[in-house]
């Protein structure tokens, strides 16, 4: 029976020791793949989708599912030791405490129940130090081969732009000169002459206000015109279009045809949306990396029972941070610094986004594993070119992530030596 201490500690980084009884299905690089392995990831798959009330695939396909899945695994777990990363005393030492915890025991408590299960203590560390070499190189080596170029770049800002025109604000004033449906072509050319002749008064300097006391028959003629300030999205595309390149104070040179009749456009302001600020949160969370021994299920219940502590000030923040989350910002106490819209996954962003200042979220689950999240601080701050840029290459670059991951490791996998091993007579 294999360790069942090893709550933060996938099957892949565990050294496969052969039992009794058990035997081996696969070798894969210098890693082992037991029928044992396999019998465990069936029953804990069968378990998980009768909590959730879900169907799985017949046994076979299921079964053979999980021999693929611990295989590339075992594959990703050689391809990390064999690169020479290291993971650094502190950050082996915060995972070692947060198994313990995960197991509701203290560091003492957990090196008797290893001893007791027959496992060294030294082993134990350097199957947790595989684990989270496997995140790290995960990390960087499908980040490396993930390209955006400056074209796809380009069109994500243009759609931004788009956007930021539709949210823009924009106050307009127009004369209006009517032209009924089904009008004969001789009126229709009357009220052409009626509404070019306002133009050429504009032209010549006279006040739109004036001349549009004098001639629009729209039913804003008595304030000179003016429509008033509106989101451009609840304008006709014609206005919006028309107005795009004035700036405020310069009316249309030529008129502007419509079912209604014949236009002069005059911008007002335009106020812009929000699409060159934007909103900066500085945060922290407490990261627990979820593994097939780790479902987000219970990695979630941690972190409400953690939230609890930190609501009713039993324990702060910080000092959770420190003792139990699995990142780099654990030594500062979860505190992630500023960032900008876009620079995280979209499921923890879109939480740490619904946050009031110093509101704690639920549990989040992301492919990090699961979150608790507190927002520190928030500013508005202008964007320049080249950080809309950067910010819209890491928005391209998240969106890539997945199918880059599959990639890689379909690479690794074939690049590895796997041999299939048939079962013992």
Request: proline share 3%; glycine share 6%; aromatic share 4%.
């Amino acid at each position: 029976m294999a360790c069942a201490l090893l709550a933060g500690l996938p099957v892949a980084a565990q050294r496969t020791v052969v039992r009794n009884g058990d035997y081996i299905v696969a070798v894969v690089n210098q890693e082992l793949v037991t029928a044992g392995e396999i019998d465990q990831r069936l029953e804990r798959a069968r378990e998980a989708a009768a909590r959730a009330k879900q169907a799985l695939p017949p046994e076979a396909e299921l079964r053979k599912q999980i021999l693929d899945a611990l295989i590339e695994e075992r594959v990703i777990v050689s391809y990390a030791r064999d690169g020479g990363q290291k993971v650094e005393d502190p950050e082996l030492d915060r995972a070692v405490q947060n198994v313990a915890a995960q197991n509701q025991l203290t560091l003492s408590q957990l090196r008797t129940r290893l001893r007791d299960e027959g496992m060294d203590y030294a082993r134990f560390r350097a199957n947790l130090r595989d684990q989270i070499l496997v995140e790290r190189v995960r990390e960087r080596e499908v980040y490396q081969r993930i390209r955006v170029t400056d074209a796809e770049i380009d069109q994500a800002l243009e759609r931004q732009r788009g956007q930021a025109e539709a949210d823009a604000e924009l106050n307009i004033a127009q004369i209006l000169v009517t032209v009924a449906d089904g009008a004969a072509d001789a009126v229709v050319a009357a009220r052409r002459a009626r509404a070019e002749a306002a133009l050429t008064r504009l032209k010549a300097g006279e006040a739109f206000d004036r001349v549009a006391r004098d001639v629009s028959e729209d039913g804003n003629r008595e304030k000179g015109g003016e429509i008033g300030a509106r989101p451009a999205s609840r304008l006709p595309d014609l206005f919006v279009d028309a107005v795009r390149g004035l700036k405020p104070g310069e009316i249309t040179p030529t008129l502007l045809r419509s079912g209604a009749g014949f236009h002069i456009l005059r911008l007002i302001d335009r106020r812009e949306a929000a699409a060159m600020r934007v909103t900066q949160t500085r945060a922290r969370h407490i990261l627990l990396r979820t593994s097939d021994q780790l479902s987000p299920q219970v990695a979630s219940q941690r972190l409400a029972e953690y939230k609890r502590q930190i609501e009713s000030r039993a324990r702060s923040f910080e000092d959770i941070a420190r003792q139990f989350s699995e990142d780099g910002s654990a030594t500062a106490g979860g505190d992630l610094g500023w960032a900008q819209p876009g620079q995280y996954v979209p499921e923890f962003e879109e939480a740490m986004n619904r946050l009031d200042v110093m509101g704690l979220s639920a549990p989040v689950v992301s492919r990090f594993g699961v979150h608790l999240i507190q927002v520190l601080e928030r500013r508005n701050v202008a964007v320049d070119t080249k950080t809309l840029r950067e910010q819209a290459r890491g928005a391209l670059r998240e969106s890539k992530f997945d199918e880059a991951y599959a990639e890689w490791a379909k690479d690794l996998r074939n690049r590895a030596y796997i041999e299939m091993r048939e079962p013992p007579l």
